[in-house]
């Protein structure tokens, strides 16, 4: 007795119809300004390059006072942990970032929202009607995943289109 199981999903004469060469033509790729989400914006560069799509570059700004002292939202030139400055300079970084990584005439668009991540992530993919999430995981194990959870674990269990995640060695 075979013990496999094959699943073949409907389809209709218009999904038949779509051309597989714009499969994905809206990427989201959420960066938290650590290497491996810079090393996720690279697979959905590539992705953006194959199939002429607009990438999405979201940064989800935390709100708690321990997140906002992080160096990359420079706290000491905007007087401490405050939410405002830290998107202000979400949005520059983003801005560079893409110069440096979506070269070539990617379309890409710079996004930022204040709070959860995974729930930012989510509520901007409906947004924008993203046919793909490519994003990293950061692989935490063990109690430091059971603590801080993983936000790639929920985005890829919530998410209502294919989620791409790419794990720094």
């Known amino acids: 007795m075979n013990s496999y199981s094959y699943c073949v999903p409907p389809t209709t ?3 038949e119809a779509r051309d597989m060469s714009h499969l994905f033509l809206r990427i989201l790729s959420p960066v938290d300004f650590h290497e491996n989400s810079l090393a996720a914006l690279e697979y959905a560069a590539q992705f953006a390059r194959q199939y002429d799509a607009t990438v999405y570059l979201l940064h989800v700004v935390p709100t708690d006072e ?10 000491e030139e905007g007087g401490g942990a405050d939410v405002q400055w830290a998107e202000k300079v979400s949005k520059e970084k983003l801005q560079e970032i893409a110069q440096e990584h979506l070269k070539g005439g990617i379309r890409h668009e710079i996004l930022t ?7 930012s992530i989510l509520e901007v993919a409906e947004e924008v009607g993203a046919e793909l999430i490519v994003m990293a995981t950061h692989g935490r194990s063990g109690i430091s995943h059971f603590f801080l959870g993983s936000v790639a674990e929920q985005i890829v269990r919530e ?6 995640t790419i794990r720094q060695k």
């Open 113 to 119: 929202r204040v709070g959860h991540a995974a729930k």
């Open 13 to 15: 004469d218009e999904e």
């Open 159 to 164: 998410a209502s289109c294919p989620v791409l």
């Open 66 to 75: 321990l997140h906002l002292h992080r160096e990359v939202y420079r706290p």
